[in-house]
């Protein structure tokens, strides 16, 4: 009796990827608001980072943090929502096996660099208002770089065994990952090898850098909470505080997407699969496009700075 055409006894060299195996009906609908999405991000994501380049009232530290949140979010877009669109349109299933690892590499690792540059931002803002007169002497150009660095660094380290641990399994049955995205859970699972570790590294690893950046980013907050309730002035403690408003927007936004996505996959015998996986797109999608959209409308110097960029045109 011959095996089923999705089982091989050789090593697997591709994967299929199955967006919502239970309503694969929806990718038609759901191409058009993704496509959108999609552009939406790119292209303000793009014209933020122009409009820092150009503007040379912009090339101050906190927005050089924030054209690396852009990056970040950019990055991720190319590498997740490209894919996801090809098998809506053209039922592109096929991802080589270095493919696949590729973009589980650099999703668990950019995710982690997000939040922690949403981390240094968040250091930032302390030092501007806790302590103002020593802020230009602390967050320079220097700063910056050296954040940036550590930020590519330490989350590129701690990130890479989570893909290379998933690549060193064996391979030797089903190939058809029930998923849009190569999710290191999604794939490792197709495994003939035990994966404890495997899950157990990935665990720790996105705890201890995701749950470290969040404690200090509330530890930030609650010292500029204190530092703004101590001013008296008329209306200072307000402006204090509308400086961090959009970077606590985002912080809160981004927080709490990741938190309902992990609820939804720690709870999937109780929702439909296909939710989890909706979510983990719309992870890669949503803040991207709010981002600079948020910073753009409530920050009166890079709004400015559009439009001085829109009339050049």
């Known amino acids: 009796m011959g095996l089923p055409s999705n089982y091989t006894t050789a090593p697997v060299s591709e994967f299929l990827l199955i967006c919502f195996p239970n ?8 191409s058009l608001p993704l496509t959108l999405l999609f552009l939406l991000a790119m292209g303000a ?17 906190m927005y050089y943090l924030l054209s690396l949140l852009s990056l970040l979010d950019m ?3 190319l590498t997740v929502i490209p894919k ?3 098998i809506f349109w053209f039922d592109n299933k096929a991802i080589s096996f270095s493919g696949c690892f590729f973009q589980m590499f650099i999703m668990n690792s950019f995710l ?5 540059t949403f981390m240094v931002m968040a250091y930032d803002r302390y030092v501007a208002i806790c302590h103002p007169l020593r802020y230009p002497s602390i967050i320079t150009d220097q700063f910056v770089a050296r954040a940036a660095i550590f930020v590519v660094a330490r989350n590129g380290l701690l990130t890479m065994p ?22 290191n859970l999604s794939v490792s699972k197709l495994s003939c090898d035990d994966i404890t570790f495997n899950r157990l590294y990935q665990f ?7 749950g ?3 404690i200090l980013i509330i530890l930030s907050y609650s010292f500029i909470l204190k530092a703004v309730l101590r001013i008296k002035a008329e209306g200072a403690a307000a402006k204090a505080l509308s400086t961090c408003g959009s970077h606590f927007i985002l912080i809160l936004f981004f927080s709490t997407v990741l938190l309902v996505l992990v609820i939804t996959n720690l709870a999937r015998k109780r929702i439909p699969p296909d939710v989890p996986i909706l979510l983990n797109i719309l992870h890669h999608l949503i803040p991207p496009a709010l981002n600079p959209i948020v910073y753009g409308v409530r920050t009166k110097e890079i709004k400015q700075g559009i439009q001085k960029l829109l009339r050049r045109l």
Not at 24 to 30: C, E, F, K, M, N
Not at 112 to 116: K, N
Not at 162 to 183: D, F, G, Q, V, W
Not at 204 to 210: D, I, P, S
Request: charged residues 15%.
């Open 162 to 183: 989570i893909p290379i641990l998933s690549s060193r399994l064996r391979y030797c049955a089903e190939n058809i990952i029930k998923n849009c995205i190569c999710t």
């Open 204 to 210: 720790v690893a996105g705890w201890t850098l995701l």
């Open 23 to 30: 309503y694969q009906s929806w990718q038609h609908w759901l």
């Open 112 to 116: 982690t660099m997000e939040s922690c």
């Open 45 to 61: 994501n793009a014209t933020l980072l122009v409009t820092i380049r150009l503007e040379a009232s912009l090339h101050e530290p």
């Open 212 to 214: 470290s950046d969040l």
């Open 84 to 86: 996801v669109l090809a």
């Open 75 to 77: 990055v991720l877009c």
